[in-house]
């Protein structure tokens, strides 16, 4: 574990949750797959999936472990990648929902 305060750099769930959602949608996006993928995959709804990399709601043990494991990724690899990403200062996902007008 580094030496990172997460007391200074965690101030809120909602920022660990954010940090948690960017590192999953680039995950997911790396191994070129859809929510839709990842959830079936996974075992997990895709309303979660979802909300997760919306940064909407906590995620489980259970879930990231999953998801892990379809990404191809160390639970512990993964939670690095968080890490890194609380360090960087996560930025709010958008909430945008459904698909783009025309």
Request: glycine fraction near 4%; hydrophobic fraction near 40%; charge should be positive.
């Amino acid at each position: 574990m580094s030496g990172l305060d997460y007391r200074e750099s965690m101030e809120t769930k909602e920022t660990l949750n954010w940090a948690m959602a960017a590192v999953i949608r680039q995950a997911r996006q790396k191994a070129a797959l859809t929510q839709v993928e990842l959830a079936d995959f996974s075992g997990l709804s895709r309303p979660y999936v979802s909300s997760l990399e919306r940064g909407n709601i906590n995620a489980s043990l259970y879930a990231l472990m999953n998801i892990a494991e379809v990404l191809k990724l160390a639970p512990s690899e993964l939670l690095a990648q968080v890490e890194k990403e609380l360090i960087k200062g996560p930025i709010k996902p958008r909430k945008d929902t459904g698909r783009p007008r025309k």
